[in-house]
């Protein structure tokens, strides 16, 4: 049985690159396809932190947390949490955002939020079970 490791992306290499390619389309079928720029441009900021998630060799799971202060405090958030199909059921999820959380508390982060499409059953789930409370509040999207 392999071991499930969960660790900061620190290169933007033809492993992650790879990842990235195979695992974002399993969650969003209209994103384009990561450049290896746009990656190491993840890395770098201090605002973001891309974790992702090994069985063995392979990439199974990747998730970006984003960092910021306003005026009230260090905030948290979640995104782009995906799990690959073959993985799933397996804690990788769990881990991700178990990482994810760790790094939020250690940067003075008062409070993480994440969205989730209601369809993700399993993922809302895993949410509420490791403690995430559902908010009741309205989420807006302007298009630019």
């Known amino acids: 049985m392999s071991v499930l490791r969960v660790e900061p992306v620190q290169t933007a290499d033809a492993k992650i690159i790879d990842a ?11 994103s384009q396809a990561i450049t290896r720029s746009e990656l190491e441009e993840i890395i770098s900021s201090d605002a973001t932190v891309m974790f992702a998630a090994q069985l063995g060799d392979d990439v199974v799971g990747l998730l970006t947390l984003a960092i910021f202060r306003i005026p009230t405090g260090v905030r948290a958030w979640i995104e782009d949490v995906v799990v690959d199909e073959s993985a799933r059921g397996k804690g990788v999820g769990e881990a991700l955002n178990q990482a994810a959380l760790a790094e939020a508390k250690r940067r003075g982060a008062k409070t993480v939020d994440l969205t ?24 807006y999207r302007f298009e630019l």
């Open 116 to 139: 989730s499409r209601p369809s993700r059953e399993a993922a809302n789930r895993l949410y509420q079970r490791i403690g995430f409370v559902r908010r009741d509040t309205n989420v």
């Open 20 to 30: 990235c390619h195979r695992l974002i389309p399993q969650l969003s079928s209209s």
